[in-house]
């Protein structure tokens, strides 16, 4: 027996969970209420630029907002902004961003469209290409839709407006990338379009245009920007405290495990599909000594790698973790890596340095006086420290990162 068709209150319930913004909560009302009565489906988009190649778990929380509308049997679209990419989206900017090239948009939308698919259904997502109308849109049409909204309007925007006070160049150009988002929601005569906070002028920019084109105006619904594992900063690969939805099982379970007990609850709320309530009974539960927060992520950390790996991965990661971290042992699948090493040794920093686990000497140096390194189980805080070609030794540099270096005298010259 098929489960119960969900109440249009169920509905909302489930798609505003985690939301921040929801411009207007009543109108989405009437139009859930809509789609019941008559079975067609709500037009759902979401716009991404390609302006990386890879997807961490902060692009998925806007992601699993989309799979929410898809699991109610609405249509969602993955718009991938190749046109908008040439233009560079100013959100953020205190200066105007330079634009891609084609090949480089082409490459990394490619990348995009494989890796949306471990969480959405490839067979029910719409994906389609800005470009596909923009490039036909002509003269006249970019006359017609600049004429849509004004320059107070645009110097509304925080960073519009902060650049402009502050005497520096904004580019006409960048004016137009809000509009031309705005335009595929005429073009595709959405219902609802999701985005990120720092996203909500762009959004709102849909909203003001599509009744000059006798169009219903769009929902606008934005989702937070999810805090990166220091539990600071926002997710982002240049903060390096991110976790790639393509890294291995072993290590996307390890980078969970490292996030404190309060940002928990965080992770629960935007990167499952728990509802609020159940969330809540489960912090309850761990208040009252009920269960081990311990416990409680390491089921958040074997949901992750479910969505993106599958549940033998996840299970076979919590093994490993255990072991490891509970057990004090080495991985199953250490690494070996080979260092040459003068005759006189070499730096401890440039060890780190060459089997990867630091950009510089620098930052190597850094992590030693912080005491994250260890040889052979032994702490090390040295920052002079000094390794010869004797013996091979395990490097450890903070919970993770873990390889047995094989030293190798350096050829004479």
């Not at 999810?226 to 900063?233: A, I, M, R, S």
């Not at 290590?251 to 965080?266: A, N, Y």
């Not at 490891?324 to 920093?349: I, N, T, Y």
């Amino acid at each position: 027996m098929s489960p119960p068709t969900p109440t249009v209150a169920d509905q909302l319930a489930y798609l505003t969970k985690g939301c921040v913004d929801v411009v207007r909560e009543q109108d989405l009302n009437k139009k859930l209420e809509r789609s019941a009565e008559t079975g067609t489906p709500l037009t759902v988009k979401v716009g991404f630029d390609p302006t990386a190649p890879d997807l961490h778990l902060g692009h998925t929380v806007l992601i699993r907002k989309m799979k929410h509308f898809q699991d109610l049997g609405h249509r969602v679209i993955f718009l991938i902004g190749d046109f908008t990419g040439l233009i560079g989206d100013p959100t953020g900017r205190s200066k105007t961003r330079p634009p891609l090239t084609r090949a480089e948009i082409d490459e990394n939308a490619e990348t995009y469209k494989k890796q949306v698919f471990k969480l959405l259904d490839p067979d029910r997502t719409v994906v389609d290409f800005n470009s596909r109308w923009m490039d036909e849109l002509g003269s006249e049409g970019w006359v017609r839709l600049a004429a849509r909204y004004n320059v107070a309007q645009m110097l509304e925007r925080r960073e519009f407006r902060q650049r402009y006070d502050q005497g520096q160049p904004i580019s006409i150009h960048e004016f137009l990338y809000p509009l031309v988002q705005a335009y595929d929601s005429v073009h595709l005569k959405v219902d609802v379009e999701l985005g990120g906070t720092d996203q909500l002028f762009n959004l709102n920019v849909g909203r003001d245009i599509m009744p000059a084109f006798e169009l219903e105006r769009q929902i606008v619904m934005t989702t937070p920007l999810l805090v990166g594992l220091d539990g600071v900063e926002k997710m982002s690969k240049s903060a390096d405290n991110y976790v790639g939805i393509t890294e291995p099982p072993n290590e996307m379970f390890g980078k969970v495990m490292s996030i404190s007990d309060s940002l928990m609850w965080s992770y629960y709320e935007l990167l499952t599909d728990l509802t609020v309530a159940e969330i809540e009974t489960m912090k309850a539960r761990v208040a009252d000594g009920e269960l081990h927060p311990k416990r409680a992520k390491l089921d958040l950390g074997c949901r992750i790698v479910t969505d993106f790996h599958s549940a033998d991965a996840a299970e076979e990661a919590e093994r490993e973790f255990e072991r490891r971290f509970a057990g004090k042992a080495l991985p199953s699948d250490l690494g070996e890596r080979v260092v040459e090493v003068p005759a006189d040794g070499v730096r401890l920093a440039t060890v780190i340095v060459d089997v990867g686990f630091a950009d510089s000497n620098s930052a190597s140096t850094r992590l030693i006086t912080q005491g994250s390194v260890r040889i052979d189980g032994e702490r090390v805080t040295d920052r002079g420290h000094r390794v010869d070609a004797t013996a091979p030794f395990v490097l450890q540099v903070g919970k993770r990162r873990v390889v047995r270096v094989n030293p190798r005298p350096a050829a004479a010259d």
